[in-house]
């Protein structure tokens, strides 16, 4: 008996083995073919974007050139058109929403995930907050013009670049705000109840060790937010940005124009010389945007280095 018992048990756990055999051989089948599966769909979105961005290109070289940074528009001799008020209007948008939006966003992630009380308001807070990410960006448009150009006029000067910064920083404090607190709530809880054993104050932990660690975080949500306002039409023409002007912005309650008005503007209009220009462009966008990100990633790996 004790024998049959002893084989029982030999072919039982023989049994068993070769299930476990079979059920790795098929989950690592499942795992190659996800792998599969997931590189497919990222060389899928590659290739896509270096189609466009080929053909965007390829159709705007011909327009590139210094004239055509430094040229203003024109509907009458399209050919010496250039985009030079859009490009400077879009420098002062994408500086004065970093200087608004930055430091608001910074503020209330520090508020909400190391101040605030975990009470019925400030739940709904964060509910909205999280909500508001995913609003239209021209509903943003709509709320900018009710009470920038509108009803603080005399403070914002109306239909003035800092009124179009206001309402981009309006639409990116919700993603700015999101990514600072999970920057800030990746940070173990053990440095901040190191930091109270020493005697320092909850503000001297925030500015001593806290931002200092999740500034890597908070610039990433940056980059995108930034990167998303300077791309933005919709709101910007709500609020008043000019689809022509004969002079450059001066100041933060000039007129201005944008390069994503400008581009709209171009490729509305159906002949080929519009269609050139605004591939051109669409060209100087993602400079503007890739040597603002680049900017944003060397300070990103710097304060990585240092945490």
Do not use: C
Request: proline letters at 5%.
């Amino acid at each position: 008996m004790a024998q049959t018992s002893k084989q029982v048990e030999r072919q039982e756990g023989g049994a068993r083995g070769s299930e476990f055999k079979t059920s790795m051989a098929t989950r690592y089948g499942f795992d190659r073919a996800f792998s599969i599966l997931v590189t497919v769909a990222a060389l899928v979105g590659v290739a896509v974007l270096a189609v466009l961005l080929i053909d965007v290109i390829g159709d705007g070289s011909g327009r590139l050139s210094l004239g055509f940074l430094t040229s203003f528009p024109s509907q009458i001799f399209p050919e010496n058109s250039g985009i030079y008020p859009a490009l400077i209007g879009s420098l002062w948008l994408l500086a004065l929403t970093a200087i608004i939006s930055v430091p608001l966003g910074l503020g209330a992630a520090v508020y909400l995930e190391e101040y605030a009380a975990d009470t019925r308001i400030n739940r709904m807070i964060e509910i909205n907050i999280s909500n508001l990410a995913g609003v239209p960006s021209v509903i943003y448009g709509l709320l900018g013009l009710g009470i920038f150009v509108q009803l603080l006029a005399p403070l914002t000067g109306g239909a003035s670049v800092l009124t179009g910064a206001l309402t981009l920083s309006l639409l990116i404090l919700p993603v700015l705000i999101v990514t600072t607190r999970e920057a800030l709530r990746s940070i173990p809880r053990s440095i901040r109840e190191g930091g109270y054993a020493l005697g320092a104050t909850r503000w001297e932990v925030i500015w001593s060790h806290l931002l200092p660690m999740a500034l890597p975080g908070a610039l990433t949500g940056m980059i995108l937010a930034l990167s998303r306002a300077i791309g933005e039409a919709a709101p910007i023409l709500v609020v008043g940005a000019a689809a022509y002007q004969t002079y450059t912005t001066a100041g933060p309650f000039d007129g201005y124009m944008a390069l994503p008005t400008q581009i709209y503007d171009w490729i509305s209009r159906p002949q080929d010389v519009f269609q050139e220009l605004a591939a051109a462009g669409i060209v100087v966008i993602m400079a503007v945007l890739l040597v603002a990100n680049s900017v944003a990633i060397v300070l990103r790996n710097r304060f990585q280095q240092r945490s």
